[in-house]
């Protein structure tokens, strides 16, 4: 019997116990660092001449480990693995695929601060976004089990009289797991599992920065039982392996997590049909965001600054849900701008290693320039009236930014900038608010605070995002609680965490008898 899922709870880093434990699990990180990883294909680990490193963001000379990377010819050989062990996988009962997963997130659950602990490492995730990212790659795996066993059996449909109706769900194939470096374990795991889960077989490609974690999660899955062949670990250079993949004749899907420049690129690529394919090759691609929190002229005033404070700057501006727009009515615009400015001020930015630290580095050096190159734009489209200032001696830090007056069709309302800037736009009414929290090619995540019923349930229908949140942030959304997935250039809306996600890695099968 499957029991009823509740998602996992985040640690308390007050109590004394909990920090002390974390800072053990960190300093037995420090012993596990430098190692190597190899790629692994049908259960085989092969080391090439090639190989990546992966550094600390937060301290550049500090080397989390090194990663062997396919070549072409490594990347056909996982193909063929995984096309070799899809033909028994696709016949294991979903139940049986399921309690792969349900022990993987029990062994995650008990070795929870030591994930967290390279997230803090080589993503430079501060303790609580390394926490929170670990108890949601445990929600994916816990909450995916359950969603197979519901979906096992199909989905009733009528029979006539003398008839046998049924409609059930098959895997598809071979999926290429494509994942960003900014939710390495959670986005990682949950969109490689749910691929496995359905029963199709897969190749994961981790993102280059973060390659590490995902060798971690690979090394969990074999533990929890996985058969060889069906998760193929296969780091590799995005533009040159990735492309040869994604234009594979044998590839029968592509889930890709990542910038709109990649997703828009691997959907047209896989929108060719190469000789000797067989299928239309499925996407689904979950791309950038370009996020609002909008406030309106009787919201809890406190609550709106804190809410755009916290959705801008958690994980340094680094989720694709991160707030980098600030909405606010002319009537409480200045005060709002004030308290969001003193809040800011108060932030600790720093090593993640520390217990008080709220903001770590960005992600890598091209990472960092981009965003130091936006907020040169930024002063010339607005007032810079927070932070601005980068320091890339050490790590790659860069101070929360806060840019006001700034123009609804300015850069940086529009561009994705991925890092701790946010810009505040002056509305005069909620018509104008509206208006520019959906001018924008995105559309993935949304906030308004609010006390006019009417405004919430007329930005209901009107704030286009696939995820709108009232009277809070716009980020943190919790498996199976809040799916994800945004709407126009943030992708195909595949809704992860959420009930629909697992049909998108499976065909539906009418059958038929007559008696
Ligand atoms: P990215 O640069 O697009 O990279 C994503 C993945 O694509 C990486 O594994 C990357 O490999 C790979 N890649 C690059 N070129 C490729 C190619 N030609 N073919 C196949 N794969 C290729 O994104 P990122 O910087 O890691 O992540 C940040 C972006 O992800 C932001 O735009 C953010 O909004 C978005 N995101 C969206 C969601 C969502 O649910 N909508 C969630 C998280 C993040 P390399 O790293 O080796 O280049």
Redesign the pocket.
């Given at each position: 019997m499957v029991v009823s899922y509740s998602h996992e709870p985040f640690i308390n880093f007050k109590e004394e116990n909990n920090t002390r434990r974390f800072q053990e699990s960190l300093a037995y990180i420090k012993t596990q660092l430098g190692k190597h990883y190899p790629l692994v294909i049908n259960g085989e680990r092969i080391e090439t001449d090639e190989k990546t490193l992966s550094f600390n963001p937060a301290n550049k000379d500090e080397v989390i480990g090194s990663v062997s990377l396919a070549n072409k010819e490594l990347a056909e050989h996982a193909m063929q693995s995984a096309l070799d062990a899809f033909e028994s996988w696709k016949k294991w009962l979903p139940e049986h695929r399921a309690d792969i997963l349900f022990r993987a997130a029990a062994i995650m659950r008990r070795r929870k601060h030591e994930f967290s602990s390279y997230l803090v490492k080589e993503a430079g995730k501060p303790w609580n976004e390394a926490d929170a990212d670990t108890a949601e790659a445990i929600d994916f795996l816990e909450y995916y089990a359950r969603q197979v066993i519901e979906l096992k059996d199909g989905v009733p449909v009528k029979s006539r009289q003398g008839e046998y109706n049924q409609y059930n769900y098959v895997p598809l194939g071979v999926g290429i797991i494509?994942?960003?470096?900014?939710?390495p374990l959670a986005?990682m795991a949950g969109t490689a599992t749910a691929a496995i889960v359905t029963g199709n077989t897969i190749l994961l490609?981790?993102?280059?920065?973060t390659p590490v974690i995902a060798a971690k999660f690979v090394e969990l899955m074999e533990e929890a039982g996985l058969p060889k062949g069906v998760l193929n670990f296969v780091p590799c250079?995005?533009?040159e392996v990735?492309?040869y993949l994604?234009e594979h004749p044998k590839t029968r899907f592509i889930s890709?997590?990542?910038?709109?420049?990649?997703g828009c690129?691997?959907y047209e690529k896989a929108a060719k049909v190469q000789v000797g394919q067989k299928w239309l090759k499925r996407v689904i691609a979950?791309?950038?965001?370009k996020d609002t929190v909008v406030v309106d002229k009787d919201a809890d005033l406190d609550l709106a600054a804190s809410s755009i404070v916290y959705s801008a700057f958690g994980f340094a501006g680094q989720k694709?849900s991160a707030g980098s727009r600030a909405v606010v009515h002319q009537d409480v615009y200045d005060e709002v701008l004030e308290k969001a400015v003193t809040l800011t001020k108060k932030l600790t930015v720093g090593n993640p290693e520390e217990v008080s630290t709220y903001m770590g580095p960005v992600i890598h050096e091209a990472s960092y320039k981009k965003i130091m190159s936006y907020i040169e734009v930024g002063k010339e489209e607005g007032k810079l009236i927070a932070g601005g200032n980068g320091d890339d001696s050490k790590g790659y830090f860069i101070q929360p930014t806060i840019f006001a007056d700034v123009d609804e069709n300015a850069r940086l309302m529009q561009e994705?900038i991925?890092g701790p800037v946010v810009a505040f736009s002056k509305a005069k009414d909620f018509n104008h608010m509206m208006e520019i929290a959906n001018n924008t090619d995105y559309g993935?995540t949304g906030a308004l605070l609010t006390q006019n019923r009417e405004h919430i349930e007329r930005a209901r229908e009107e704030f286009h995002v696939g995820n709108l949140y009232f009277n809070r942030g716009c980020t943190g959304a919790i498996v199976g609680y809040q799916p994800?997935?945004?709407f126009n250039m943030?992708?195909t809306d595949s809704k992860?965490g959420g009930p629909d996600y697992l049909l998108l890695h499976m065909q539906a099968k009418t059958t038929s008898e007559t008696f």
């Open positions: 494509i994942s960003p470096f900014n939710f986005i490609k981790p993102a280059g920065a250079r995005g533009a990735g492309d994604v890709f997590t990542g910038s709109r420049e990649v690129r691997i979950e791309m950038g965001g694709c994705e991925f993935l994800f997935g945004g943030s992708g992860a």
